[in-house]
């Protein structure tokens, strides 16, 4: 099986250069350095790591998790693995992301290998970029492995699907953090395309802005809403509303979980599914 690396000291395609590396490591008998797998986790849903993620899980010395990795997927790994907390979550900070990197590139340095622990996908809202980059400058050995992004559990527990040929042509994927009004959203781009279904990322906080701005720059208030939180795990929660209301029904639901916001047509269009279906063992 291939597994594909990417190091900063020889080209990505280039072998000759990483042989040549590797033996002059050898020859000064410095001890090799570990190598970093960034794993999503995927939206919750231990079931929902991929068969490639878990292989490389076992392979590690220790797994730095995120705060969106739940405590099921955490109680699958094995015992002798070393486990540590480097979350993030709305302004409660365990570590920087500075000190995140800085920490990948001490322990891969001391020849450990690590898997890094993403909720979601590592390429969507993850900061996995600067992670990378610190490992690339480093020259440590590092691959990524993708995992379902939150949207798409969302879709597939909820019913709701992304796009569909009636009414939404795309999807988009918005990060609600927004730091200041200059870090906001294009708006009047969100709102001009009516056909594309919106979907807001760690924006519970920030709900009622969403709205409302979504509205002030031509959105039909009436424009449906879905607000997912815990999306795929057990206790997962959704609440429908439209652009007028939803606001207001999450807050009597007194949700503080993790969540998405979904607007779009698509919502009109949600099925029946039965999630619980997925968690049939047949004997």
Known sequence: MISTFFRAAWPRSGLADRRGHQCLQAASGSS???????IGAGPGDAELLTLKAWRMIQQSDLVLFDDLVSEEMLAMLPAHIEKRYVG?????????????????????????????????????FARSAEECDALEQAGIDFAIVPGITAASGLSAWCGIPL??????????????RMQSAESEPDWTSLVGNQTETLVFYMG???????????????MDPEMPVAVVEKVSLADQQMILGDL???ASRVREQSLNGPALILVGEVIRHRYPVSPALLNTIRA
Request: glycine share 8%.
């Open 32 to 38: 090799a350095p570990g190598k970093v797998y960034l």
């Open 88 to 124: 993030k979550r709305c302004g409660q900070h365990s570590l920087s992301q500075q000190r995140i990197c800085q920490l990948l590139v001490e322990e891969a340095q001391s020849g450990r290998t690590i898997a890094r622990l993403k909720g979601g996908d590592p390429a969507v």
């Open 163 to 176: 796009t569909h040929r009636e009414c939404a042509q795309s999807v988009r994927f918005i990060t609600a």
């Open 204 to 218: 519970l906080n920030r709900l009622e802005l969403i709205c409302q701005r979504l509205v002030q720059h031509g």
């Open 244 to 246: 007028t209301d939803i």
